[in-house]
């Protein structure tokens, strides 16, 4: 295995977790296993009837906690879709690789062709790939998944709301109203070409049905060889698209009625993967981009008790769940409560499969040992929260998050809408403040005066990271580690 740069904060740590999970994945007999990854939009910590929801259940998707393992801490590498996505993509912070926000229709940025992708390294240890769903990391063609490691691709290039009809079209209306003059009709790809336009309710409510069917048909061609399905759901995301099979199923209005359609999505999934005789060894990996976009009140998500949503880093922007099912690998009934990340994902991918890390450096590490029940194993001394154009926003280790001085996002004391229209938003700010996860995981109690220790080292880490990246928060511009996005060619 191709050996790669890591971040200096816990070199012992890492290089004994990457030598003790290869020895663990060449322990696990039969070939490579198939690979999924069912990535949701805007679902947020408390979306789950295994993690509290209300008024509807997700019953295939519980199904995988009981069968695997669910980490209680996993977060999003970021509070918002394009940059999470960068981060799961690359194993990267994603301000390493210059993609931060939510890439606009008519961008001319995306990801960089000179970074190296999950599908890319993974067609190294002779996988086939697949995306179904939501792209997010650039609409040129350049930036298109067929031009970075995927064999496959059926889907959108970017968020369902990103067309010219805004939040409030109504299902049965063959001519919305433009709402949104200049953006352009939202395509529907099939590889490298454009399948149709999606310029309806009626059309939306086809997507997750249609992913479904495009997911299924390419775990069936594939029975024969290892392959990576990474299945980006466009729902939760607004507007909500929900098709006559659950519409007005859920006690929850179309927000429940969606979470029920996802979850069928994901048991038609985990049905192929039975039906070719491959549920032993594929490993299903369930979460989401980051949390929900509360200010569209019902028909938005829950945080689950957690600080804010979506756009901000506090928890209940990143902190989301995360479930892992392979049964020849992961213990049944499983817990973990150990601090993870998205960008963890393609590190431990390359352990399993023994595909070469890239050769850039990465932020992310080999969770294995965790995903086979070793709570006792730490993979990150700390985690770090970035938003916007390099804010390094907080950094938190096993205990406490401290939170640097900067502007933020926020819904506290701003009601939603209930009728598919955003509601109100405003701006804050926050000065130096400490949280105890361990007994304050809403982040209301501010104990900064009460661990200067804990304040102190907190605060190191934090110049270690602003050395390498840079932080707007504090005035100082892209550090010497960060990556150029990509740029479309002219």
Not at 97 to 121: C, F, H, K, R, W
Not at 346 to 364: C, M, R, S, V, Y
Request: charged share 20%; proline share 7%; hydrophobic share 35%.
């Amino acid at each position: 295995m191709k050996p790669s740069t890591l971040l200096p904060l816990s070199l012992g740590v890492i290089a004994a977790v990457q030598a003790q999970a290869q020895n663990q994945t060449k322990k696990t007999p039969g070939k490579l296993p198939n690979i999924i990854i069912i990535y949701m939009d805007d679902m947020g910590y408390g979306d789950l009837s295994v993690t509290g929801a209300q008024g509807y259940t997700t019953p295939n998707i519980d199904r995988m906690s009981f069968d695997g393992i669910r980490f209680t801490q996993y977060y999003s590498p970021s509070p918002v879709s394009s940059a999470s996505r960068a981060g799961l993509m690359t194993g990267c912070y994603p301000n390493r690789v210059n993609i931060y926000g939510a890439i606009q229709a008519n961008s001319e940025v995306g990801i960089n062709a000179d970074e190296t992708l999950i599908p890319e390294m993974l067609k190294t240890a002779g996988y086939r790939s697949c995306i179904v769903g939501k792209w997010h990391l650039g609409a040129r063609p350049q930036f298109l998944p067929l031009q970075n490691g995927f064999d496959e691709y059926f889907g959108l290039p970017y968020s369902n709301d990103m067309w010219p009809y805004g939040y409030t079209a109504q299902r049965g209306d063959k001519n919305p109203e433009v709402t949104k003059p200049g953006v352009p009709e939202l395509p529907l790809y099939d590889g490298n070409k454009v399948l149709r336009y999606i310029k309806t309710m009626d059309d939306e409510e086809q997507l997750t049905t249609m992913y479904a069917e495009r997911s299924v048909d390419f775990i069936k061609r594939n029975a024969s060889r290892p392959f990576f399905l990474y299945l980006a759901q466009s729902m939760v995301h607004v507007p909500l698209a929900v098709s006559d099979k659950f519409r007005g199923k859920s006690e929850q209005g179309l927000f429940g009625d969606a979470m029920m359609e996802v979850d069928w999505c994901v048991g038609q999934v985990l049905k192929a993967v039975r039906d070719i005789g491959a549920e032993n060894n594929t490993l299903v990996i369930f979460t989401s981009d980051n949390g929900p976009w509360i200010h569209f009140g019902a028909r938005a998500g829950s945080a689950g008790g957690l600080r804010e949503a979506k756009n901000v880093c506090f928890e209940g922007g990143q902190r989301v769940p995360c479930i892992m099912k392979w049964p020849a690998a992961i213990p049944q009934g499983a817990i973990c409560n150990r601090m993870i990340s998205g960008i963890d994902i393609l590190p431990t991918l390359a352990a399993i499969t023994g595909a070469p890390l890239p050769e850039k450096k990465l932020d992310g590490v080999n969770i294995l040992p965790l995903m086979k029940g070793d709570n006792s194993y730490k993979a990150h001394d700390f985690l770090y929260y970035f938003f916007e154009d390099n804010g390094l926003n907080a950094v938190r280790d096993d205990r406490f998050k401290l939170v640097e001085p900067h502007e933020y996002n926020t819904y506290e004391g701003y009601l939603p809408h209930d009728d598919g229209s955003p509601g109100g938003r405003g701006r804050a700010h926050t000065d130096w403040v400490l949280f105890d996860l361990r007994r304050d995981p809403g982040e209301r109690y501010n104990v900064l005066e009460m661990y200067p220790d804990e304040v102190a080292k907190l605060k190191q880490a934090l110049a270690d990271m602003r050395a390498q990246i840079g932080d707007s928060n504090m005035k100082i511009g892209h550090g010497p580690e960060v990556r150029p996005a990509g740029r479309a060619e002219k």
